[in-house]
C-alpha cells in the first residue's frame, strides 16, 4: 500500500495529539469492522471559533493521519465552517489515500460533527445537520 508524503508526514508527526480538559464538544466514533475509533475535542471561543481542536485516536496510520489533518482543518475556524468538511476535504489535503483507507477519512468527518453535536447540546442549540454513520456493528 502507497501512501502521500503528506501521509507518512501526518503519521508520523502527528499535529494536535492529546485531549482538552473541559472541551466545549467531545466526539467518539469507531468502526468496529477495522478497529479504528477516534476521539475529537474542540475547545470554542464565544464567537462560535474553534480556537482548539485535539484528538486520540486508536488505529491505523491512515486513522491517524486523518485525524491529525482534520483537526489542522478546523482549527481557527467557525463551527459552520467545520460542519462542512467532508472526507473528501480531508483526503484531498492529505494528497489521496488508498481505496481502502478512505473509511478513516469518513470517520474523521463525523467525529467532527459529532464533537459539535455535543456542544450544541450543551449550550441548548438544536443538532440541525445528520452525522453519517459509517461504523458497522
Same mark, same amino acid.
Given at each position: ?9 501526518? $503519521?508520523?508527526?502527528?499535529?494536535n ?8 464538544? %467531545? ?15 474542540? +475547545? ?8 482548539? /481542536?485535539? $484528538?486520540?485516536? $486508536?488505529? /491505523? ?5 486523518? =485525524? =491529525?489533518?482534520?483537526?489542522?482543518? %478546523? ?8 460542519? +462542512?468538511?467532508?472526507? =473528501? ?14 473509511? /478513516? ?6 467525529a467532527? +460533527?459529532?464533537? %459539535?453535536?455535543?456542544?450544541?447540546? +450543551? ?10 454513520? =459509517?461504523?458497522?456493528?
Amino acid at each position: 500500500m502507497k501512501y502521500s508524503e503528506k501521509v507518512m508526514d501526518h $503519521f508520523t508527526n502527528p499535529r494536535n495529539v492529546g485531549e482538552i480538559e473541559n472541551a466545549d464538544g %467531545v466526539g467518539v466514533v469507531g468502526n468496529a469492522k477495522c478497529g479504528d475509533i477516534m476521539k475529537m475535542y474542540l +475547545k470554542i471561543d464565544e464567537n462560535d471559533v474553534i480556537v482548539d /481542536c485535539k $484528538f486520540k485516536t $486508536f488505529g /491505523c496510520g491512515a486513522a491517524i493521519a486523518t =485525524s =491529525s489533518m482534520a483537526t489542522e482543518l %478546523v482549527k481557527g475556524h467557525t463551527v459552520a465552517e467545520a460542519l +462542512k468538511l467532508t472526507n =473528501s476535504a480531508v483526503v484531498e489535503a492529505l494528497e489521496g489515500l488508498p481505496p481502502v483507507k478512505v473509511h /478513516c477519512s469518513v470517520l474523521a468527518e463525523e467525529a467532527i +460533527k459529532t464533537a %459539535v453535536a455535543d456542544y450544541y447540546n +450543551k449550550i441548548g442549540r438544536e443538532v440541525d445537520f445528520e452525522i453519517e454513520k =459509517s461504523h458497522e456493528e
